[in-house]
């Protein structure tokens, strides 16, 4: 009948927490920590401070020079961002299977990066809204 419920940011906070954890020790040991690890490998480090501090982290396409912000997950996540920082259009493209979250930011890094008019005719465009792509708070 009653029970404890904790508040929205307790929750947001604990999961905040966890996930760093899971990132900083024993990920290794799991598909989605090495994940992790090898897109910590590939990013500047500037990009993982960017992710890290923010929840996303920002490339430059091989064809256009447009900028692209890639978000923490595995699809709807990529937006294409105008010079001031604005997100523009959302982008939904992803590699096929089930890969975990690491490899599958890594392979839209790399599409945008290489060959960016093909990441890009393939695909889905969406609005974003602006709650779904809240700044995150730093990590750790």
Known sequence: MFGFRPSASGVRSRTRAARM????HGAERTPEGRSLLLLRRWLSPA??????RRGYFEVVGSESGKRY????GTSVNVCEIDERGRVREGLCFMPIGALP??????????????????????????????????QARPLG
Not at 47 to 52: L, M, N, R, S, T
Not at 109 to 121: H, Y
Request: aromatic share 12%; net charge positive; with cysteine.
């Open 47 to 52: 990009q993982w401070e960017q992710f890290a």
């Open 21 to 24: 954890l899971f990132i900083r």
């Open 101 to 134: 979250i690491g490899d599958v930011m890594l392979a839209q890094k790399i599409a945008l990066e290489t060959c960016e008019g093909k990441a890009r005719a393939v695909a889905r465009r969406f609005t974003p809204s602006t709650f779904q792509f809240r």
């Open 69 to 72: 912000r890639i978000h923490a």
